[in-house]
């Protein structure tokens, strides 16, 4: 299955800044998914990312806030704008690992762990 | 999307064999029941999934009766390793759909 490297691992942000997550993925891939996890709470769906056209954003998230880029098959990145104490969380970049059968399943990354001041 | 239920939390010791049930009485025609493994600092990793009946690998086993309202996910001789949080997922087979998690079983494995 995908292999996924997320950077950075874990940050420490000021209020107000705005941070990037970069996802590299090991082989080539349609769609990226990225999720937030909020502390002791189970993953959200941000949005998912195809390569070539406008990421799709779930309810609850924005592009202004959440601009997401799919530059080619293996790579993606979620910028965090402005941060606020709220925007704590684990962030996690995901690809559909495909199925031989059945439903396919999803590959994670080990998460960015944001932490805002 | 068929919605999922699972229990909050559970504890087990060491050596002990774990079943997690899951309910899903909406379940579509289209779905497979799909568990994820997550460990602290890390992301979910995919387990076992099945449609019908028993599956069965390296990691665990999967039970699905006839009517597929439910399923249990067992982990056999679990070990302090096996302390994670474990998501039961309704996944559509058909074509892409979103993946929504819900709020998972948080296994402890005490020694």
């Known amino acids: 299955s995908a292999v996924i490297s997320q950077k950075p691992s874990r940050d420490i942000c000021q209020r107000g800044t705005s941070l990037t997550i970069q996802c590299q993925v090991d082989?080539?891939?349609?769609?990226m998914f990225w999720y937030r996890q909020q502390p002791g709470q189970s993953l959200t769906l941000i949005a998912t990312a195809n390569q070539g056209s406008e990421a799709t954003y779930e309810s609850g998230f924005v592009i202004d806030k959440f601009p997401i880029s799919r530059p080619n098959l293996t790579f993606s990145t979620l910028t965090v704008s402005n941060m606020s104490p709220e925007d704590s969380s684990i962030y996690l970049c995901?690809?559909?690992?495909?199925?031989?059968?059945?439903?396919?399943?999803?590959?994670f990354g080990a998460g960015s762990r944001l932490t805002v001041l | 999307l068929a919605k999922t239920t699972q229990p909050i939390s559970m504890d087990s010791y060491e050596g002990q064999e774990v079943n997690i049930t899951c309910s899903h009485n909406?379940?579509?025609?289209?779905?497979?029941i799909t568990w994820y493994q997550q460990f602290p600092s890390q992301g979910p990793r995919f387990i076992i999934q099945?449609?019908?009946t028993k599956v069965t690998n390296e990691v665990a086993s999967l039970f699905i009766p006839a009517d597929r309202k439910s399923s249990t996910l067992s982990l056999p001789r679990v070990s302090l390793s096996d302390t994670a949080v474990y998501y039961c997922l309704a996944q559509y087979s058909g074509g892409y759909q979103k993946v929504t998690f819900g709020i998972g079983t948080k296994l402890q494995v005490i020694p």
């Open positions: 099945g449609y019908k």
């Open positions: 909406n379940i579509a025609t289209n779905d497979y």
């Open positions: 082989s080539q891939v349609t769609m």
């Open positions: 995901s690809v559909d690992a495909g199925a031989s059968s059945g439903a396919n399943v999803l590959t």
